[in-house]
């Protein structure tokens, strides 16, 4: 399973963007246990972002509730993130995340960049 990360790039604060995940391999997202989104900014630990769980439930951190949804569309192999009224705060390299069992899988990362 590979996932390839695309989308980031530098946005005002209040501005919006959307960043995407792909899923490639003998694998449809349909089948994952979930996938997420999680975020690191320098000098800080991984976060978990949002989520989607097999099933259709998904599930935010408190810092991006209401302005953060977390999507996919199986047809595609992709997942993604639409960013709204982003914050300086929310910079960060962005991973998407894949799980089935007990194997996690990982993107390389998109740089988003919030200037205030």
């Known amino acids: 399973v590979q996932l390839q990360a695309s989308g980031g790039g530098l946005v005002q604060a209040g501005g919006s963007l959307r960043i995407s995940c792909v899923v490639s391999g003998s694998i449809s997202i349909s089948w994952l246990d979930s996938m997420a989104w999680y975020r690191q900014s320098p000098g800080k630990e991984l976060e978990l972002v949002a989520s989607s769980i097999i099933g259709g439930s998904t599930r935010y951190a408190d810092s991006v509730k209401g302005r953060f949804t977390i999507s996919r569309d199986d047809a595609k192999n992709t997942v993604y993130l639409q960013m709204n009224t982003l914050k300086p705060e929310d910079t960060a390299v962005y991973y998407c995340?894949?799980?089935?069992?007990?194997?996690?899988?990982w993107g390389q990362g998109t740089l988003v960049t919030v200037s205030s």
């Open positions: 995340n894949a799980r089935k069992g007990g194997a996690a899988h």
